[in-house]
Structure formats: C-alpha cells, structure tokens
C-alpha cells in the first residue's frame, strides 16, 4: 500500500470513524483495510478496498452510501437517521421485540400468583 495514502486511511480511522454512525472498525491484523457493508441481519452485501483512496474519498463514498455523519462524536443522531444508511427499518411492520429479561422481570413483577401470562414470542 502507498505510504501516503495508508496515512490518509489511518487519519480517517483515527479522526472520522467516530463521527459516524452505524460505522464500526474491526482490526485485522495484516488485512487491507476495506469497507463491509452489511444489511440488518449482518449479511454481507458488499465489500469496498479502501486501500487505494484518500480519507476524502472515504468520507464521500460514505456520504454517497447514505452514512449518516455527527459534527462531533458525542452529538444525539436524529431519529430519521438512527437506521442510516439503510432507508428504514426493516422492522417497521413488525411488533417491537421484547427482550426475554424484561418480559421475566414483568411477569415475576405481578402481585398475583396465578396471574396468565400470554407468550406471543412463541
């Protein structure tokens, strides 16, 4: 890899990665770096080399895949964005899940011992 431009990824993995949102580095060790672009059920849809681009090409491809950018780290990511860069949750039309702890917590929570209990995750 070019030296100049293996400084130019590693300023975009020190300084923008955590600006974005849905963005995660995994570190391989003797890997090239690349961009895995997975959909909500962490399939892989997509593999790019980043080896051969700038940090400001990084961040336009990400600004062209629809990853959602934060000023700064610690800045809220607004609601419409919270699935980027996917355009909506896949879960839309589905009921929200409950985690199996709070629905134990719930039903362990009631005054009555022979309370029912409905199992809809079933």
Avoid: W
């Amino acid at each position: 890899m070019n030296p100049h431009l293996c400084l130019q990824v590693k300023a975009f993995v020190v300084q923008d990665i955590p600006l974005y949102h849905n963005l995660v580095m995994k570190h391989i060790p003797g890997a090239d770096p690349e961009l895995v672009l997975l959909n909500h059920y962490y399939e892989e849809l997509d593999r790019i080399a980043l080896s051969h681009m700038t940090r400001s090409e990084i961040n336009e491809l990400l600004g062209e895949l629809g990853f959602y950018k934060k000023a700064k780290p610690e800045d809220e990511v607004p609601e419409e964005f919270q699935f980027s860069p996917a355009k909506d949750s896949p879960f839309k039309d589905e009921p929200a899940y409950k985690p199996a702890t709070s629905q134990l917590a719930t039903e362990n929570a009631s005054s009555e011992p022979n309370a029912q209990t409905k199992h809809t995750d079933l």
